[in-house]
């Protein structure tokens, strides 16, 4: 996950628009300072420039991304406790600044059903498929299903989840992991009454 991190800073970097314009190259600095010391795997100066960042542009929703981010993940392992329940404090505050930020609605789903948080990635996931109406011709964000299939088993809910697939499958989406997927999910669920 910590290469994920790298290369989307750059992307995320580039497209922040709320730093004063004064502020931007130092903003843009910062970013770029924090997953580089996580990728050094010093978690813990990674923390205080996120910190930092989060105290200098309180309203920038890239600061509570990489918050979020280094608060929790140490490497590809998920941080617990204290630490973890900051990280997604952060990722729903930059979501409260930056509701269209689909980047941190993923990864928010994804940390959840990592860390074996299920009922929190399903409910992220719902919140996150009802705001963007999904599915919806057209908008790749279907995909985040990916994130949370895990969850909808462990909690069984496979019937949803056949029914959230089905619904991407009747727009025509011509996907071969989803067709994968919802195969071998049909197959899994032989001899169950599948309610539409």
């Not at 628009?17 to 997953?35: D, G, H, I, S, W």
């Not at 959230?164 to 997927?181: K, P, V």
Request: hydrophobic fraction near 35%; glycine fraction near 4%; aromatic fraction near 14%.
């Amino acid at each position: 996950m910590k290469h994920f991190f790298y290369l989307l800073v750059i992307l995320l970097t580039l497209g922040s628009t709320q730093a004063e314009p004064e502020k931007e190259t130092t903003f843009q600095y910062n970013v770029l300072r924090v997953p580089i010391e996580f990728n050094k795997e010093n978690y813990s100066q990674s923390r205080i420039l996120a910190d930092s960042l989060v105290s200098n542009y309180p309203l920038e929703p890239l600061s509570y991304f990489w918050c979020g981010a280094v608060y929790t993940n140490e490497g590809e392992t998920p941080t617990t406790g204290k630490l973890f329940e900051k990280g997604t404090a952060c990722y729903k505050q930059a979501l409260e600044i930056a509701p269209d930020f689909t980047d941190v609605w993923t990864i928010l789903i994804s940390t959840y059903a990592e860390s074996n948080r299920h009922t929190e990635a399903i409910y992220t996931f719902e919140q996150f498929w009802d705001k963007y109406n999904l599915p919806n011709d057209g908008n790749p964000l279907w995909d985040a299903v990916f994130f949370v299939e895990k969850s909808y088993i462990e909690e069984g809910k496979q019937k949803k989840l056949y029914q959230i697939y089905s619904q991407i499958i009747d727009l025509g989406i011509e996907d071969e992991e989803l067709q994968t997927r919802f195969l071998k999910l049909k197959e899994s669920m032989e001899g169950e009454s599948i309610i539409k």
